[in-house]
């Protein structure tokens, strides 16, 4: 069968994307999942059971199959890069004479531009929460936090107590494929989470908390923070900001890259912050107001008021 003897070699390349690669967990079960359609497909269709005797024609069949499945292009994209990148471990590793799926072209997808946050509407958001006392102060932190350094949920969420530099306003973040980078924090965010280490200092205290705790973010148990509570918190706030739509962590992460491009960022600087490994994946803030880059250009280029 197709999908028993495409998945002996399918978990040899998860397990070397584990172990060699050091790729998240996330990103290994999108590609399982990605795999096992395809094998799914091979098998429904009778086609070859071995990498080395499938054709081009089989992957575009399967891209065929998903498109008329009404899947969106950038599914579809995601499914042939998948693919695209198996082949490649495959060829890599002398299985295949040749990477077959780089022969299928992909659709070409709609763009999508990030969602961001207007400069008021962001300081509006990170003064939203109040009080006093772990919680309040420690979502306060959150929104501070992400606001200045475009930190991933994932990165915020792995944060630990020795990650936070406060002296010298840096943070260590661990970001995807386990790369570390150090990120500069704002005065602002600095505040906060020094009002925050100070309320989680006095929490620990009364709870009678004695074993050591790594976790910077605490839920109100004394456990570290999740993603999807961090991406909660976001929400809760932006509502009672009254920022209404689709929002996130992840938008958070846009609006810091988008105003630091408007306020006059190299896209290279924004590109090391952000921690992306290709400037490509960057540019997609480029989309910025125009007028308000062209005056940028007029007002810095040394011949931008030249007449022809």
Do not use: W
């Amino acid at each position: 069968m197709a999908e028993e003897r495409l998945e002996i070699y399918i978990k040899k390349f998860l397990k070397y994307l584990e172990v060699e690669r050091n790729v998240s967990p996330h990103t290994i079960r999108a590609y399982r999942r990605d795999l096992m359609d395809f094998a799914g497909h091979c098998r429904s269709n009778m086609l070859a059971d071995r990498p080395d005797n499938i054709d081009v024609l089989d992957i575009r069949g399967f891209i065929s199959e998903l498109t008329l499945k009404k899947k969106s292009k950038i599914t579809v994209s995601r499914k042939l890069a998948t693919i695209r990148s198996f082949f490649g471990y495959l060829y890599q590793e002398g299985y295949v004479k040749i990477n077959k799926a780089r022969l299928v072209p992909a659709p070409k997808a709609q763009r999508h531009l990030p969602n961001f946050l207007s400069v008021d509407d962001a300081f509006n958001l990170v003064q939203t929460p109040e009080g006093i006392g772990l919680l309040p102060v420690r979502d306060r932190a959150i929104l501070e936090l992400l606001y200045c350094s475009g930190l991933r949920v994932s990165e915020a969420e792995g944060l630990n107590v020795d990650d936070i530099n406060i002296r010298e306003g840096l943070v260590k973040a661990k970001g995807k494929g386990k790369k570390e980078r150090i990120v500069p924090v704002g005065n602002k965010a600095l505040d906060a989470l020094k009002s925050y280490l100070i309320e989680r200092r006095l929490y620990k205290k009364n709870r009678g908390v004695t074993e050591k705790e790594d976790a910077f973010f605490l839920n109100r148990n004394g456990k570290r923070l999740t993603e999807r509570q961090i991406r909660r918190i976001v929400i809760k706030y932006a509502r009672k900001a009254g920022i209404h739509g689709q929002i996130g962590p992840h938008t958070m992460r846009h609006t810091f890259a988008t105003h630091l491009l408007l306020g006059g960022a190299d896209l290279r600087v924004i590109q090391e912050l952000l921690g992306h490994s290709s400037l490509s994946t960057t540019q997609k803030y480029t989309h910025l107001d125009i007028g308000h880059l062209i005056d940028v250009y007029d007002k810095t280029h040394p011949l931008a008021d030249e007449n022809p």
